[in-house]
């Protein structure tokens, strides 16, 4: 047993070795392309937080939506979050995966340079929307009469900058006119769905 044990871990890190050196290999020819989506996450932060210094608060919209779906609560809130942290670290594991099964479909490098890639195009598509169409927020925070729906000018550049991490990125308002967490969720999923089910 302590035999077969023994073996099957030299094989598994024989197996990291390799995924690791071809991995590098890979990253050594795109990192430019990672380093530019990763770049443009903070772009799409900056810009989310400039519109939040343009949202002015009104009353909620008529959605059908939420007439056949109601709000779960303003108590109930960390659902969303938590099902979006779920989702992504998933998709995170999930792509480093090749590292120790066996089943080698995808270089996760090259996985990560398309899931970036699409996340840029769909939210350049985001920037341009909540910009150019300003709607009041639906979310509680977003309201009339809650401190978070309007900021103040901001004091200095670095204010802005600094986009207000983390709380910044998850009380935000005015850019809902679709949603960040539904970009990066169906983006995950249909990659998930494309490379990783097997057929």
Not at 15 to 24: G, K, N, S, V
Not at 41 to 55: E, K, N, P, S, T
Not at 103 to 127: D, N, P
Not at 157 to 167: A, Q
Request: net charge positive.
């Amino acid at each position: 047993m302590t035999l077969y044990i023994g073996r099957e871990a030299s094989k598994l890190w024989k197996r990291i070795c390799a995924e690791t050196t071809t991995e590098i290999n890979l990253l050594l020819d795109n990192w430019k392309y990672l380093l530019a989506g990763l770049i443009f996450q903070y772009i799409h932060g900056l810009a989310a937080r400039g519109v939040h210094y343009l949202h002015r608060p009104g009353p909620t919209l008529q959605d059908l939506g939420f007439f056949i779906l109601p709000e779960l609560g303003q108590d109930k809130g960390y659902i969303s979050e938590t099902v979006f942290t779920c989702v992504f670290l998933s998709f995170l594991l999930w792509t480093f995966h090749p590292f120790i099964f066996k089943t080698k479909k995808i270089y996760t490098v090259l996985v990560w340079c398309r899931v970036l890639a699409f996340l840029v195009a769909s939210q350049i598509l985001r920037i341009v929307t909540f910009y150019s169409t300003q709607l009041p927020g639906p979310n509680y925070h977003c309201r009339e009469g809650s401190k978070l729906a309007r900021l103040p000018k901001p004091e200095s550049v670095l204010e802005v900058l600094l986009i207000n991490f983390p709380r910044g990125v998850i009380y935000g308002c005015g850019d809902l006119i679709f949603s960040s967490h539904m970009i990066f969720t169906l983006v995950f999923v249909l990659t998930y769905q494309k490379y990783g089910t097997r057929r």
